[in-house]
């Protein structure tokens, strides 16, 4: 009877331990994005541009920002601005393409078009020049892992911004 009791309470032990590991994969995998590649991506439909739609004659250059997939529970559409100007908002797996004038500009993105906080890139473009950004989250996975029981209440994620790396045209 003894021995009975014993191996209940180890077979108990390890299914919890396997649904807590089950969970803590869960939570790892499910808050990273994944980059969409340039020619998969579909373009932002032009009502959800508010700002520089126009290309104008030879005198403008071109910003494309492109969004992640796996974005999850945070798929809803995220704010883009340039230089502190709400333009527009881009969903998943989107790319947005937009015309600026040259010089110095900051491409920014935030969780929506009245966000606090805006996350941002600074770049100077020429004339006739393409830029490429990528938009999504990042992931802290030390904040995620389950203490105690007990799950840290800040933000597991953040948002980023970055150009779009030379290895990307390859992939």
Not at 62 to 67: A, E, I, P, Q, S
Not at 87 to 103: D, F, H, N, S
Not at 111 to 140: C, L, P
């Amino acid at each position: 009877l003894l021995n009975g009791k014993r191996r209940q309470k180890r077979v108990k032990r390890k299914m919890e331990m396997s649904k807590l590991w089950l969970v803590l994969s869960l939570l790892l995998a499910a808050c990273t994005t994944t980059r969409t590649p340039i020619e998969n991506a579909i373009p932002t439909h032009w009502s959800h541009i508010i700002a520089h739609n126009e290309q104008l004659a030879d005198t403008t250059a071109t910003v494309v920002v492109v969004r992640d997939a796996g974005t999850g529970v945070a798929s809803y559409p995220w704010g883009i601005a340039i230089n502190e100007q709400v333009v527009g908002e881009i969903a998943e797996e989107e790319k947005m393409t937009l015309y600026v004038q040259p010089g110095d500009l900051s491409v920014e993105v935030a969780h929506n078009q009245k966000a606090i906080e805006w996350f941002s890139v600074d770049t100077t473009i020429a004339k006739g020049e393409t830029q490429y950004f990528r938009v999504g989250y990042h992931t802290d996975p030390a904040m995620s892992i389950p203490i105690l029981g007990l799950f840290v209440h800040e933000e597991p994620r953040f948002l980023f911004i970055e150009p779009y790396g030379k290895e990307w045209d390859d992939e």
